[in-house]
């Protein structure tokens, strides 16, 4: 907005890059001043005798879907597995070893303090790791299997 001389001179600068009201179809007038309303995308008729329950199972049989879910799996079941693990471990060498978990590290810090630690730089490791591996193998499918979907079930009442 510019603002010349107070409020009442102020309006919204429509060559403004960052306004793109106008490409999505809002707030465009015709010439009789009124709303035009956004042009909606012209919709293909769903197939007769097919459900959205019909067609989610088909694409959930479809080797795209198997793909996406076993990237999944690969990943999520052995990091849950490693962190698992770990965490009982940890558990089970506090209550079974507390003479190895009190033995001093480095100053007042313990082998238990450096290991409580690294349960929550695992969690953050853990959390960074998954979602770099989403974006970059799984997102990218998954995403074309939400738009395929979205467009056969395009009309299709529930």
Excluded: C
């Amino acid at each position: 907005m510019e603002k010349d001389e107070g409020r009442e001179s102020a309006e919204v600068r429509l060559d403004d890059p960052w306004y793109d009201a106008l490409a999505s179809g809002w707030g465009e007038l015709n010439e009789a001043g009124s709303g035009v309303p956004a042009a909606v995308p012209a919709q293909k008729s769903p197939e007769p005798g097919r459900s959205a329950a019909d067609i989610y199972l088909e694409v959930q049989a479809s080797a795209a879907f198997q793909e996406v879910r076993s990237r999944y799996r690969r990943f999520v079941v052995p990091a849950a597995l490693a962190f698992l693990a770990w965490y009982v471990a940890y558990v089970v060498t506090a209550t079974t070893a507390p003479g190895f978990m009190a033995r001093p590290v480095a100053g007042a810090v313990n082998v238990a303090m450096v290991a409580g630690l690294g349960q929550f730089l695992t969690t953050f490791l853990l959390t960074w790791a998954y979602a770099r591996h989403a974006r970059l193998r799984r997102d990218r499918a998954a995403l074309d299997l939400r738009w395929d979907t979205q467009e056969l079930t395009r009309g299709i009442t529930r």
